[in-house]
């Protein structure tokens, strides 16, 4: 199980690069990506697949920011990786309807 809750007394990095997109310098989009984890906060991984690009990462990231807790979301195409933060561990069964609904297959915790 990969749940870890974060602390950090650094100042959160921006969330878009230095050429003003929002995409990772490889390319990869998704949202609050840069975005640290705020203290008490829970981020876990997922393995999803079926995602093979930018469209696909924003389907899944779009999907699973609407769980209620939720306050970022990273989906990475290339690896098929998920990493959700949250306020409280989420229902992985929750993040399974939402993967399901965006059209990809959620395999599990990473």
């Known amino acids: 199980m990969t ?5 950090s007394g650094a100042a959160a990095p921006s969330a878009t690069s230095a050429n003003g997109s929002c995409c990772s310098p490889g390319g990869s989009c ?17 393995k ?3 995602m093979t690009c930018g469209h696909c990462e924003g ?3 779009a ?5 209620e807790g939720v306050t970022s ?20 069964e929750a993040v399974r309807a939402a993967v399901d609904e965006a059209g990809y ?5 990473a």
């Open 59 to 61: 389907a899944v990231s």
């Open 73 to 92: 979301v990273q989906a990475v195409a290339a690896t098929g990786l998920v990493t959700v933060t949250s306020a409280a561990p989420l229902d992985d």
């Open 105 to 109: 297959e959620l395999v599990g915790r």
């Open 30 to 46: 998704h949202s609050d990506a840069g975005a640290a984890a705020q203290a008490g906060e829970v981020t876990t991984t997922y």
């Open 3 to 7: 749940a870890t809750p974060v602390t």
């Open 63 to 67: 999907e699973i920011d609407e769980i």
């Open 48 to 50: 999803v697949t079926g």
